[in-house]
Each structure stands twice: as C-alpha cells, then as structure tokens.
C-alpha cells in the first residue's frame, strides 16, 4: 500500500481565482473526506464522499466542491477564491466498515 | 452535534517527565473518540481510539487515554515522554452513525525539552 497522497504540496493563488486540489486514496478505500486546517486551528470537516456521491457536507458554502473517481483519487474544487481560504488542505480516506481515518500529508494553500 | 475542547492550547515538558493532555466532549449521542498526533509539516496520524469496552485504551508509541463518560473526558497520557514527542496533538469525536465526519478540538502543542 502506498498510503494517501495529495498534489500539490502548495500553490499560492491570487483571490477569486479557482483551485484544484488532489488526492489519491489507498485501493479499497471507498471513502474519502476533506478538511480545512487554518493556522492554528484543528481541522474542519468540508464534505465527504462514497463510491463517488457526496454522502455528508459540513458548513461551507457550495464554492467548495468534489469529486471522486473510480481509481480512488479525488478533487476539491475551490472557486472565487478568498483570503480566508487559505489552509492546510487535508483528504482522508477509510475502507467500509472502519472506525479509521488515514490521512494525506496535505496541500497548504495560499491565497493572496 | 458534538463539540471538542482540549483544555491546554501548549504543554511544555521535560524528556523522561509524564505527560497529560486534556479532551473534553459535548454530545447529545454516543460518541467515538480519538487522538491523533501531527508532526511538522505532515497528516494527522492515528493515536488511538475509545469504539467500546474498556475505558483505558493503549496506542501507538506509549501513549495511553482513558474515558470517562461521566466527566465527558478522554484524556491522553504518557509516563515519560521524548523529543521526538513535540507535535502538535488532536483530540477528536465522531457519531456512532456518521463515523467517517470526525469534530476536532483546537488542538494541544506538546513540547519537550531535554
């Protein structure tokens, strides 16, 4: 197993332009959640997918968006940019039936 | 809807020195609760974990918690800590219906001192 991995590592976007981010969960994994960590803060749930439907979704507003694939990567989709975007992106995902989350190292992103 | 509060934003401590760091939850349903640990510039990493059972529960690298249902606590202890401790530390819940949205608290720097 390779574990989670996201891309990119940062990117330093100007407000109110959009921003893709991505992770590739482990084989199996058919859950997949995103989270926003600001500086100091611990993370905040965004939403969460299953077999490529969204399937839970915590307060932030409809600019933030996802997608799951088949070959277990996933997208968030940030539009209209603004300064409080900016964060630790975190992606989890968990096989069925697990209590467990495991975690990618994260995209740190900065908007100016 | 559940809420997170860890008492201690830092806890400096020296190498050998036991360590505490406190959880406490809110929740008007059953809860899972977990620790995680973050080390610099990395994802959240797996502690442990209190599903069912027995209130003291063992994880990873010595690290030990214990829940109390009735002081809604989940305390994270180790007898004696080492540098490669200093990290920054989670304490989180999850319903037992939705195990996949995890409610994190703000979060507690642990540093250790030689």
């Known amino acids: 197993e390779t574990g989670v991995t996201q891309s990119p590592t940062h990117l330093i976007k100007t407000r109110g332009q959009q921003v893709t981010l991505r992770c590739s969960s482990q084989?199996?994994?058919?859950?997949v959640s995103w989270y926003q960590q600001a500086l100091g803060q611990g993370p905040q749930f965004i939403f969460q997918?299953?077999?490529?439907?969204?399937?839970g979704r915590g307060n932030f507003p409809p600019r933030f968006s996802g997608l799951q694939f088949p070959n277990y990567s996933s997208e968030l989709n940030v539009n209209a940019l603004e300064l409080d975007d900016s964060a630790l992106y975190l992606c989890?995902?968990?096989?069925?039936?697990?209590?467990?989350?495991?975690f990618g190292p994260g995209t740190r992103l900065t908007v100016t | 809807a559940q809420s997170v509060t860890q008492l201690d934003s830092q806890v400096p401590v020296f190498e050998e020195a036991p360590v505490e760091l406190r959880c406490n939850y809110s929740?008007?349903?059953?809860?899972?609760l977990f620790w995680y640990v973050q080390y610099p510039n990395q994802g959240l990493q797996l502690l442990l974990k209190?599903?069912?059972?027995?209130?003291l529960v063992k994880g990873i690298n010595g690290f030990e918690a214990e829940f109390n249902k009735s002081q809604t606590s989940f305390h994270l202890r180790k007898p004696s800590v080492h540098i490669s401790d200093t990290a920054e530390y989670f304490c989180?819940?999850?319903?037992?219906?939705?195990?996949?949205?995890?409610?994190f608290g703000t979060g507690t720097r642990l540093q250790v001192f030689p």
């Open positions: 989890a995902s968990s096989p069925d039936g697990s209590y467990e989350q495991y």
């Open positions: 084989s199996g994994h058919n859950t």
């Open positions: 997918y299953y077999r490529e439907e969204e399937n």
């Open positions: 929740s008007s349903v059953s809860v899972y």
């Open positions: 209190y599903l069912s059972g027995s209130t």
């Open positions: 989180a819940v999850s319903d037992r219906l939705n195990t996949d949205k995890l409610i």
